[in-house]
């Protein structure tokens, strides 16, 4: 109330003598500012709204057709609430408007469908017209008999059901990510993320450390940026750490090997983390596998970021995919992708006053790769850089089949 009384308040001071003169003479009982009178505004608003769009679907001159997606997330309150947006055409141009947060008592398939339907018939939506339902790949919404999906297009066969491509390419990414190496490279940055999210001190000496560096400096200084802990979702973001990492990357050693050796007003407990994370980010296994997944991760962003967008139709998705995939293909056979990548683990690995080397290896090794090679580069494209990329390929080719390309393209035919 008290930002809705000062906005007010605000207004009256500006000129609106109307409304001055109404909060000035007003009985207390009338002066219309309460909570009750706030709701009922904000329904009006969100009434408006909802009207304008459902008005702009049935102006459409193929007619009142439309798409709809949704997903549900818990709210602060511990209440499910689930999001529907509408797609449609507006001058040749598709947008997406949100129409509804539903609270969901339920997040059974049966019961989110429910739920949708009751939406569009209320705002005014006839789902008759409705020719595509897109959502992610729970079992409550891709079931194949019970999900969300299924049971809409019994009632609606007309609404196809399309899963959410960005959601599939991430999956392509969280699934190339399995090779061992990969993932203790990941949740290594991870936990520094942590060591540094929840410690104003830690965070503080970071900066002296960045301070320190940029002293040393005459050019290339570092800007202070915030290390933030890996996104679980959202992998735009964690390319966004990635390029952070590699920036602060001198400073962040720098700021740990003074928490673990040089200073004594730390905690033990901050000790033996920065000491266990300074051995990990000095690791020249750890240097291929960040740089090598910073390398494809870069590829990958821009499509993210592109299949994210509410005006990228269907098949031209499938066309950037289907490039982005043919770009990752040639670079197996590209040896100056790989020297450039290898070039920049030796510039990290020199960060550390070191150089990259090829780790211990035995007979029998049942814990790590344990390839062939005569030199440390030959070893981490054995055993990082080409395992991944053949991953990453493998991934692109079951989420984004040509299959399914084509389905896409058949569907310009329904009505």
Known sequence: MGNFKELLDFRASCG???????LRSCKKNATYVSKASQNELLFCIKKFIQDTIVQEVRDQPIGPYFGYQ?????????WEQLGVVIRYVVNGKPIERLI???????ITGMAICESIISCMNEVGLDPNYCRSQTMDGAGNMSGKHSGCAARFKDQYPKAVYHYCSCHDLNLAISKSCSLKEVQIC????????????????????????????NDERTENKIDKKKFKVFSETRWVEKHITLQTFQEMYQPILLCLEAISLRERNWDAKAVVEANGLLAKLSDSQFIASFQTIRNFFGYMSGLSKKLQGSSLDVLDGYRMVAHVREVISGLRSDDNEYDSVFHRMEEMAQLTDGVMT????????????NVPASSAKEYFKRNTYLPYLDSLIQQLDFRFSTLAQQSAQALCLVP
């Open 16 to 22: 609106d003598n109307l409304l001055d003169d109404h």
């Open 70 to 78: 949704c997903d549900e997330v818990t709210d602060a309150s511990n």
């Open 100 to 106: 509804e947060f539903i609270e969901c008592e339920e």
């Open 186 to 213: 990941l949740d290594t940055l991870k936990k520094l993320g942590i060591f540094f999210k929840y410690s104003p001190k830690r965070t503080r000496r970071l900066e002296r450390a960045v301070d320190e560096i």
């Open 358 to 369: 090829v780790p211990r290896q035995c007979s029998r090794q049942s814990q790590r790769s």
